[in-house]
């Protein structure tokens, strides 16, 4: 886990601004995701990305939108187009991207909590 | 797609106690099911994981059975204490496998 950093830590938007979300791995990962957290609704996929410059779409990703030009960075950008961005975001990495044939699994980093002002 | 229920979403256990935790899966395709534990305000940090080759999978005082024919999967602690206080959150590897889909989480407190 300490190989996943996100920064920041804590981050405040004003409504109609575009903020972006930093998540840097240095585990030599594949594959990367960024959850969001609600209070009681679990973690949804908001994206992820099997390869460098590549990336799907997870059940949630309208409002949002990423880059992975990098191995080890893959930041999310939260539009003004999300209507209640107010959340947790946790970012993961996994050494591969086939879950079901690999032993690896998911590692997440430490969260930035965004509050919408 | 994927869709992962969990129940139940709170338990209120006495120290020593067991807790069990249930999840059900949609997707037969679905071979790789892990358990978060995540406390408050930190990261989920994985406890224990199985895969559709077993059936059941033991560390220590937490153990995961699996039943692919019903497709649920359950999480056992023994002998909690009350450092096992957290929530609690299953998964389960989609289709592709390239990514997982997870329950709403169950809130564990323990009582000592």
């Known amino acids: 886990d300490g190989g996943i950093t996100q920064s920041p830590k804590y981050l405040f938007r004003k409504e109609g601004q575009n903020v972006t979300l930093s998540c840097e791995q240095n585990?030599?990962?594949?594959?990367m995701y960024w959850y969001r957290q609600d209070p009681g609704q679990g973690l949804r996929l908001i994206y992820y990305?099997?390869?460098?410059?590549?990336?799907q779409k997870g059940d949630i990703a309208e409002g949002y939108s990423v880059s992975r030009e990098k191995k080890e960075s893959f930041p999310l950008t939260v539009t003004s187009a999300q209507k209640n961005p107010t959340a947790f975001y946790l970012c993961?990495?996994?050494?591969?991207?086939?879950?079901?044939?690999?032993?690896?699994?998911?590692?997440f980093g430490p969260g930035t909590r965004l509050t919408v002002l | 797609g994927e869709n992962v229920e969990q129940h139940p979403s709170t338990l209120s256990v006495q120290e020593g106690d067991s807790a069990v935790i249930k999840c059900t899966y949609s997707?037969?395709?679905?071979?790789?099911f892990p358990w978060y534990k995540q406390e408050l305000g930190k990261r989920p940090q994985l406890i224990i994981d199985?895969?559709?080759?077993?059936g059941e999978k033991k560390d220590q005082r937490i153990a995961v059975t699996l039943n692919k024919t019903a497709k649920h999967f359950s999480l056992h602690i023994t002998e909690t204490q009350p450092e096992d206080s957290a929530v609690y959150f299953c998964?389960?590897?989609?289709?592709?496998?390239?990514?997982?889909?997870f329950g709403k989480g169950t809130t564990l407190s323990v009582s000592s």
């Open positions: 990305s099997q390869i460098v410059n590549d990336f």
């Open positions: 993961a990495s996994s050494m591969g991207a086939d879950l079901l044939t690999r032993t690896d699994t998911q590692y």
């Open positions: 997707d037969s395709a679905s071979n790789y």
């Open positions: 199985i895969r559709s080759n077993v």
């Open positions: 998964a389960a590897a989609n289709q592709a496998g390239t990514a997982l889909i």
């Open positions: 585990l030599n990962h594949d594959a």
